[in-house]
């Protein structure tokens, strides 16, 4: 047996089956920072002002990010904390691959052979580039995976609501491929305005919708908490936005090299009937769906009906309360707000984070230990202990 498989072993047995994560922020180069992570505002350039600054906070992921030829080792991947030393730590991808089904059950390892999806805090403080995520045919043939995902608007990490928080989702009906096409042909020529064949919808905090793969859309400037798939696949539509332009580049570089210049075969890329939907609200607006409430829990789900790729709960214990709370599944989780325990390990969501710190905010849940139940107390008299979960299906 390795050291580090002896490592990994001992944690999650001393853990009780439920690890405890590294922060793991990630810098991307467009966008503007929402700065609603609660980190600490000298930190927002941590990976140097050519990375730009950190805007996302990924949870649970065994993926990296396509951050471009700057992209640091392991740059996107979740790491296990292996005591209170911030440098102890240990890939959450090599604690999957020696504890296998032990740590996020039969099914899922049967089925997938990794854990398949990640959620992020996402925050800009504007709406982002009009965009789609690749079909399944279509990512395959680059390389990647689709990449469905999911939003909710936690009120906890929204004081300010960016510039526009409003999210663009498909097309205006009548709109046809001809009028994308003749808006992309612009793309390296003018403002192409393709939002204009679009509609907003204005996002509501402590709700949610559902996005599938080849849907366009410009995410609202909320904090946004986001379950997905193990992807970072997409194609860009939208050539300015928040006044930065996106070279041509961001619409081509998941497109095989031979259909770059096919307009037709990109426009082809999205799904037109999900984007001309009438009804897109109805289908894809997703409201919480309250599944237990007494006098000591609150218990909601907040991401469902997702094609059955994932799911997310949200959990509230409230004030000088405890409850015993089983789940169907290992779970990915992230407190914010309140502090307590769960089965003793000390939780609490942070006020503010310097890069490279560690907290007590993000865990990852074995799945017989969320089978069994997990006791929450919640050690405040007057503000309640939430927290999110996300899970594979």
Same mark, same amino acid.
């Given at each position: 047996?390795?050291?580090?498989?002896?490592?990994?072993?001992? %944690?999650?047995?001393?853990?009780?089956?439920?690890?405890?994560?590294?922060? !793991?922020?990630?810098?991307?180069?467009?966008?503007?920072?929402?700065?609603?992570?609660?980190?600490?505002?000298?930190?927002?350039?941590?990976?140097?002002?050519?990375?730009?600054?950190?805007?996302?906070?990924?949870?649970?992921?065994?993926?990296?990010?396509?951050?471009?030829?700057?992209? +640091?080792? !392991?740059?996107?991947?979740?790491?296990?904390?292996?005591?209170?030393?911030?440098?102890?730590?240990?890939?959450?991808?090599?604690?999957?691959?020696?504890?296998?089904?032990?740590?996020?059950?039969?099914?899922?390892?049967? $089925?997938?052979?990794?854990?398949?999806?990640? &959620?992020?805090?996402?925050?800009?403080? @504007?709406?982002?580039?009009?965009?789609?995520?690749? $079909?399944? @045919?279509?990512? =395959?043939? /680059?390389?990647? !995976?689709?990449?469905?995902? =999911?939003?909710?608007?936690?009120?906890?990490?929204?004081?300010? *609501?960016? +510039?526009?928080?409003? +999210?663009?989702?498909?097309? $205006?009906?009548?709109? +046809?491929?001809?009028?994308? $096409?003749?808006?992309?042909?612009?793309?390296?020529?003018?403002?192409?305005?393709?939002?204009?064949?679009?509609?907003?919808?204005?996002?509501?905090?402590?709700?949610?919708?559902?996005?599938?793969?080849? %849907?366009?859309?410009?995410?609202?400037?909320?904090?946004?908490?986001?379950?997905?798939?193990?992807?970072?696949?997409?194609? /860009?539509?939208?050539?300015?936005?928040?006044?930065?332009?996106?070279?041509?580049?961001?619409?081509?570089?998941?497109?095989? @090299?031979?259909?770059?210049?096919?307009?037709?075969?990109?426009?082809?890329?999205?799904?037109?009937?999900? !984007?001309?939907?009438?009804?897109?609200?109805? #289908?894809?607006?997703?409201?919480?769906?309250?599944?237990?409430?007494?006098?000591?829990?609150?218990?909601?789900?907040? %991401?469902?009906?997702?094609?059955?790729?994932?799911?997310?709960?949200?959990?509230?214990?409230?004030?000088?309360?405890?409850?015993?709370?089983?789940?169907?599944?290992?779970?990915?989780?992230?407190?914010? @707000?309140? #502090?307590?325990?769960?089965?003793?390990? =000390?939780? *609490?969501?942070?006020?503010?984070?310097?890069?490279?710190?560690?907290?007590?905010?993000?865990?990852?849940? &074995?799945?017989?230990?969320? =089978?069994?139940?997990?006791?929450?107390?919640?050690?405040?008299?007057?503000?309640?202990?939430?927290?999110?979960?996300?899970?594979?299906?």
């Amino acid at each position: 047996m390795s050291d580090q498989t002896a490592r990994i072993r001992k %944690v999650f047995a001393e853990n009780g089956g439920i690890l405890r994560m590294v922060p !793991n922020f990630i810098p991307r180069p467009f966008g503007t920072a929402g700065r609603r992570m609660r980190l600490h505002p000298d930190d927002y350039f941590a990976f140097g002002m050519e990375r730009g600054a950190i805007k996302e906070r990924w949870f649970s992921s065994v993926v990296e990010a396509q951050n471009g030829p700057l992209t +640091t080792k !392991n740059e996107g991947m979740s790491y296990v904390s292996c005591s209170d030393d911030p440098e102890d730590k240990i890939l959450f991808a090599d604690f999957i691959r020696e504890l296998g089904a032990d740590l996020i059950g039969g099914d899922v390892y049967a $089925k997938y052979g990794t854990w398949p999806m990640f &959620a992020k805090f996402f925050d800009y403080n @504007e709406a982002l580039f009009f965009h789609m995520h690749l $079909k399944s @045919e279509d990512a =395959a043939k /680059v390389g990647r !995976n689709a990449k469905p995902e =999911a939003y909710f608007f936690p009120a906890q990490y929204n004081p300010h *609501e960016g +510039t526009m928080p409003a +999210t663009y989702f498909g097309f $205006k009906p009548g709109v +046809t491929k001809e009028d994308v $096409k003749k808006r992309l042909e612009r793309f390296d020529t003018a403002d192409n305005h393709i939002t204009d064949l679009s509609v907003a919808y204005r996002m509501t905090l402590g709700t949610g919708w559902y996005t599938a793969p080849g %849907v366009l859309h410009a995410p609202a400037s909320l904090l946004t908490y986001e379950p997905q798939w193990n992807s970072d696949v997409n194609a /860009v539509f939208e050539n300015f936005t928040g006044g930065q332009v996106y070279g041509r580049n961001s619409l081509v570089e998941n497109v095989p @090299e031979d259909k770059q210049n096919d307009l037709d075969y990109i426009v082809n890329m999205a799904d037109w009937e999900a !984007n001309l939907d009438p009804a897109y609200e109805k #289908h894809y607006f997703r409201p919480p769906i309250v599944n237990h409430a007494s006098d000591a829990y609150i218990e909601k789900q907040i %991401v469902y009906e997702t094609e059955g790729h994932f799911s997310a709960k949200e959990l509230t214990i409230l004030p000088g309360q405890s409850a015993t709370v089983a789940d169907d599944g290992a779970f990915g989780c992230v407190v914010i @707000e309140g #502090h307590g325990t769960m089965n003793g390990t =000390a939780v *609490e969501s942070p006020n503010m984070l310097r890069y490279g710190q560690l907290s007590d905010d993000e865990f990852f849940v &074995a799945a017989d230990v969320a =089978a069994r139940g997990i006791t929450y107390v919640n050690h405040s008299k007057t503000s309640p202990l939430v927290m999110l979960k996300h899970f594979a299906k």
